[in-house]
């Protein structure tokens, strides 16, 4: 997958990020947040369904990654896209 400008990071890099020892929390998970937004800004009205459901797996496995840095955000995300009642979550 090609970004239309230079990005640091991309999907690939999942396990780098989530690794670093000496970034915060907000900043791992606002750069892999980061590169689920660039796939999906990616994503056309000409796009195949094949190209919407492999960033959509992609997008699973970002949240997964979320999900072992910050739990609560990640069961945020992954209830989202797997569209959970979140009512008990917030209370």
Known sequence: MTYP???????EDLNKIVGFKTWT?????DTLLEIDV????????????????????ISRK??????????????????HMNEKDLTEAIQ
Do not use: Q
């Not at 400008?5 to 999907?11: E, H, I, N, P």
């Not at 929390?25 to 998970?29: M, P, Q, T, Y």
């Not at 970002?62 to 209830?79: H, T, V």
């Open 5 to 11: 400008f230079d990005m640091k990071y991309t999907y």
């Open 38 to 57: 660039h796939l999906y800004c990616n994503l056309g009205t000409d796009s195949k369904d094949s190209e919407k459901k492999k960033v959509k797996a």
């Open 62 to 79: 970002i949240y997964k990654a979320i999900s072992s840095i910050s739990p609560s955000d990640g069961y945020m995300l992954e209830a």
């Open 25 to 29: 929390i907000k900043k791992k998970v």
